[in-house]
Nanobody, 120 residues
Framework: QVQLVESGGGLVQPGGSLRLSCAASGRIFRINAMGWYRQAPGKERELVARITGGGSTNYADSVKGRFTISRDSAKNTVYLQMNSLKPEDTAVYYC??????????????WGQGTQVTVSS
């Protein structure tokens, strides 16, 4: 059973920083990509940042230059360093992994979500 466990959300003032972590566990054959999505109240879920198994990254325009995605392949863990946070970054952040479980086929997995609130 593959699981994604997130940590690191919370309340921060505008201009502050937070670091999110997401660890994938279970019988995993290969991780093709991991990333972060977010969903604010009344809005659709959107991609924030993504990193492939080869290390390529892409970001939403709204977070470029402020957020950095990285990974520790040995730990099957992805990180999202968020700097210069703005109130509009407030949302539930979800970890996503596209991976092949042992003996299975490639599919999407999602974490439970972690709340990020940017407010003074």
């Amino acid at each position: 059973q593959v699981q994604l466990v997130e940590s690191g959300g919370g309340l921060v003032q505008p201009g502050g920083s937070l670091r999110l972590s997401c660890a994938a566990s279970g019988r995993i054959f290969r991780i093709n990509a991991m990333g972060w999505y977010r969903q604010a109240p009344g809005k659709e879920r959107e991609l924030v940042a993504r990193i492939t198994g080869g290390g390529s990254t892409n970001y939403a325009d709204s977070v470029k230059g402020r957020f950095t995605i990285s990974r520790d392949s040995a730990k099957n863990t992805v990180y999202l360093q968020m700097n210069s946070l703005k109130p509009e970054d407030t949302a539930v952040y979800y970890c996503n992994a596209v991976l092949i479980p042992a003996g299975g086929f490639s599919r999407d997995y999602w974490g439970q979500g972690t709340q990020v609130t940017v407010s003074s």
